[in-house]
C-alpha cells in the first residue's frame, strides 16, 4: 500500500508539474533515491538558446543600443504557415526561442482595426491616432517619434525595410504628414532633413527629380555626406559615416522572384548587416528599425509561398540580430507585428506540398497575363497558362469567366492597382484550401484585408523582461524609452 500511494504522488507529479525539475527522496528500506522527473514530463519546456541568464548584458539597466524589428502583417497564422512550410509540425521558427513573449493589441484611434499608417504611429509615438495619419494625432498635430527623440540625445538612427522607405512603417519613425499615400514625397523631403545615419530599402522614385519639382533628393543626401549604394554589391563595400540606399524605384522585390527577375536587391538580413556595421561605429549607441515589409503584401494577396519566404527572411535577420547583441550584451531586441493581414490561417486541409512547389509571386504571376484591349478582360488563354504553369492549377472556362469579373467589378477601397495579383492569390490559396479572408471581404475592407487579431511580440537583451503579458502597441515605444531614459508625450 505504502508503494502503490508512493507511484501515484509521483504519477501526479509527473502530469501536474511539466517540465520541471524535481530532486525527491523516497525512502525504500533503508535507503534513499533521487527521481528526477525533468526527463519524464510530458510536457517539457523548450531551451531557448537565449535565455538572459546565456549572455553578459543581462546585469544591465539601461540599453545603449535597440533593434526595433517589425514583421509588417505578421500574425500567428504568418507565422505558423512560415514555421510549417520550412521547418515541418515539429520544428520551431528561430523567433520562437526568444525568452520573452507577449502580445499586443493594434486598434486605431478611429477603427476597430488599424492600417499600417496607425499601427506605425502607435509604435512609433506612443499615441493612437487615425488610419492614413503619419505620427499625427487625430486633431492633426505633429508627435515625435521615439527614433528623434534618441537623435536628439545623441545617438544614431537608421530604419530598413524590403518597402519603400517612404512607405507608411517607416515614414512614421520618420516624418509626421496627415496622409500616408499623397505626401509620400514629403516624406522623402523630412527623411532628408532629418539626417538620419542610415536609411535603406525601396522607393527611389520618390527621391528623384519627377516627384521632387526637379530637385534630385539622392544627390542632395550625397552632398550631405551619404554614401549612396544601389544593388547588392555596392552595399556589401560601402563605407562611410551615413548611408543611403535605394534598390528599387518601388518596394523590392518579392523574394520568391528574385532568382526569375535576376535581381540585384539585397536581402533583409544584407541590409541589417551593413546597418549595424554603420550605427555601431563609435561610443554614442544606436537606434534601428527593421522591417519586413512584404510579409503584409503577400498576406494581402493570400499569397502562402511569399509568406512563407518573406517571414522565412525575417525570420533570420531576427537571429542575425540576437546573436549580434548577445556578442555584446548592451542591446535590446524587440520582435513583433504592427498587426495582421487576411486572418491567415494554417487549416488541416491545406495542400503544404503543392503551396511548397509555387516558385514565383502572385505579382509576377500577373504581369504575365494579356489584356484585350477592347474589352479589357485578360484573355482565356493567358490566365489557362499562368494558374497551370505556375501553380498547377487547371483553371476551368467558368472559373476564367468568374475572374474576369471579379477583377472589373471589384473596386477595392485601397490598392485597386493590385487587385489582379491578389486575385489570383485568393483563387489559388482557396484551391489548395489555406485559410484566408475571402476576396469578397477584402474588397469592403478599407485597409485592404487587415484583422484586429492580436499580434506575437517578441524580445531579447537588456530590459527584454519588460515586454510580458498583454500589451497595447502604444506601451512598446513606451517601455523602449523608459529604458533608454527618454519620456514619450503624454
Known amino acids: ?134 505620427a499625427r494625432t487625430p486633431d492633426n498635430k505633429p508627435v515625435e517619434s521615439i527614433l528623434k527623440k534618441v537623435k536628439k540625445g545623441g545617438k544614431k538612427v537608421g530604419i530598413i525595410t524590403t518597402n519603400k522607405v517612404t512607405d507608411a512603417t517607416p515614414a512614421t519613425f520618420t516624418a509626421s504628414v496627415k496622409n500616408r499615400w499623397s505626401d509620400q514625397t514629403e ?27 526637379g530637385v534630385n533628393l539622392i544627390e542632395k543626401f550625397k552632398s550631405n555626406g551619404y554614401t549612396f549604394v ?19 524605384k518601388d518596394h523590392l522585390s518579392f523574394k520568391l522572384d528574385r532568382e526569375e527577375l535576376k535581381s540585384e536587391e539585397p536581402s533583409l538580413k544584407e541590409m541589417t548587416e551593413k546597418g549595424l556595421e554603420f550605427l ?38 531576427v537571429e542575425y540580430v540576437t546573436n549580434w547583441a548577445k556578442e555584446r550584451g548592451d542591446t535590446l531586441v524587440v520582435v513583433l507585428a504592427d498587426h495582421e493581414t487576411m486572418g491567415i490561417s494554417a487549416t488541416e486541409a491545406m495542400d503544404i506540398k503543392a503551396l ?70 485568393s483563387m489559388i490559396t482557396e484551391h489548395y484550401h489555406g485559410g484566408i479572408v475571402s476576396s469578397a471581404t477584402r474588397s469592403l475592407s478599407s485597409t485592404g484585408g487587415h484583422t484586429g487579431n492580436l499580434v506575437p511580440v517578441f524580445a531579447y537583451g537588456v530590459g527584454s523582461d519588460k515586454f510580458e503579458g498583454v500589451l497595447n502597441n502604444t506601451d512598446i515605444p513606451k517601455t523602449i524609452a523608459d529604458l533608454m531614459g527618454y519620456r514619450m508625450e503624454d
Open 1 to 134: 500500500m505504502h508503494k502503490r500511494l508512493i507511484w501515484m504522488v509521483l504519477v501526479a507529479l509527473i502530469l501536474y508539474l511539466p517540465g520541471s525539475f524535481l530532486n525527491i527522496s523516497v525512502v525504500h528500506g533503508q535507503t534513499k533515491e533521487k527521481i528526477e522527473l525533468d526527463s519524464l514530463a510530458l510536457f517539457p519546456n523548450p531551451d531557448p538558446p537565449f535565455q538572459e541568464k546565456d549572455h553578459p548584458g543581462s546585469v544591465a539597466k539601461t540599453p545603449k543600443n535597440v533593434v526595433l524589428m517589425i514583421g509588417d502583417g505578421m500574425g500567428i497564422g504568418q507565422l505558423e504557415i512560415a514555421r510549417l512550410f520550412e521547418h515541418g509540425k515539429n520544428g520551431r521558427l528561430f523567433m520562437e526561442t526568444l525568452p520573452n513573449v507577449a502580445l499586443a493589441h493594434t486598434y486605431s484611434e478611429n477603427n476597430t482595426v488599424t492600417d499600417s499608417a496607425a499601427a506605425g504611429t502607435a509604435l512609433a509615438t506612443g499615441k493612437k491616432t487615425n488610419n492614413e495619419m503619419i
Open 187 to 213: 516624406i522623402a523631403k523630412q527623411q532628408l532633413n532629418d539626417g538620419l545615419d542610415v536609411v535603406l530599402g525601396g522607393g527611389k522614385s520618390d527621391f528623384e527629380p519627377e516627384q521632387q519639382n
Open 230 to 248: 544601389n544593388n547588392r554589391a555596392d552595399l556589401s563595400k560601402a563605407t562611410g559615416e551615413k548611408l543611403l540606399g535605394l534598390f528599387n
Open 280 to 317: 555601431s561605429e563609435g561610443d554614442s549607441g544606436f537606434f534601428l528599425m527593421v522591417e519586413g515589409g512584404r510579409i503584409d503584401h503577400a498576406s494581402h494577396a493570400a499569397d502562402l509561398p511569399s509568406v512563407w519566404k518573406e517571414t522565412i527572411e525575417f525570420d533570420h535577420t
Open 356 to 425: 511548397k512547389q509555387i516558385e514565383v509571386s502572385h505579382e509576377f504571376m500577373a504581369k504575365q497575363l494579356k489584356k484585350i484591349e477592347r474589352t479589357g478582360d485578360y484573355t482565356a488563354d493567358s490566365i489557362r497558362d499562368v494558374f497551370k504553369t505556375y501553380a498547377n492549377m487547371d483553371i476551368s472556362d467558368e472559373e476564367i469567366v468568374k475572374f474576369n469579373e471579379k477583377i472589373k467589378n471589384v473596386r477595392d477601397k485601397v490598392y485597386s492597382h493590385r487587385r489582379v495579383g491578389w486575385e489570383i492569390g
